[in-house]
């Protein structure tokens, strides 16, 4: 194995610290878009509530706010791992499709269908810049993966889930 030399490994430190801030800012917005979707249907975070095999609203309110704090936490831990990353970016993402569930069922209307809708579209575009095509580095895939959050972002807020 060739050991990467000054320049070379410093351009590959930049990318992967560039990779994980891209990651970082999507989970970040996911993990907004969780809280206000949750705030929405009329639960806060709540640790009591967290449980294994959530049923009630409240404790699948409670474990999409949980999940989606982990994810955001686990990428401020350690070097940059673009794949790494991506995943934790990734569950970010199916916790805020988990939020948009619950808050949708509390304000049935075509907006909050939109905003459900464009959280899964997020969480599927999260899971391929995730997966094994990308490993967290495609920049074809994060960048799609970007516009979608950004797409559910703009669905939250015209839902008023923000």
């Known amino acids: 194995m060739t050991e990467l030399r000054g320049d070379e490994q410093r351009r590959r430190n930049t990318s992967q610290d560039t990779l994980r801030e891209r990651h970082t800012a999507r989970a970040r917005s996911a993990s907004a878009r969780t809280a206000g979707a949750c705030r929405f249907a009329g639960f806060a975070a709540d640790p009591g509530s967290v449980v294994a095999v959530p049923a ?3 404790a699948k309110a409670a474990n999409a706010l949980r999940l989606s704090a982990d994810a ?3 990428l401020t831990a350690g070097s940059p791992d673009p794949a790494a990353d ?3 970016a990734r569950n970010a993402a199916a916790a805020a499709v988990l939020a948009a569930q619950i ?3 509390h304000g049935v209307n075509q907006l909050c269908d939109a905003a459900y809708d464009a959280a899964v579209k997020a969480s599927l575009a999260a899971g391929r810049a995730a997966g094994r095509d990308g490993l ?3 920049d074809p895939l994060n960048a799609e993966a970007e516009a979608a959050e950004a797409d559910a972002v703009a669905a939250a807020t015209a839902a008023g889930w923000t």
Do not use: E, T
């Open 103 to 105: 808050a949708r069922s």
């Open 86 to 88: 991506a995943r934790h």
């Open 72 to 74: 955001v936490a686990a």
């Open 136 to 138: 967290g580095a495609s």
């Open 56 to 58: 009630a609203a409240s």
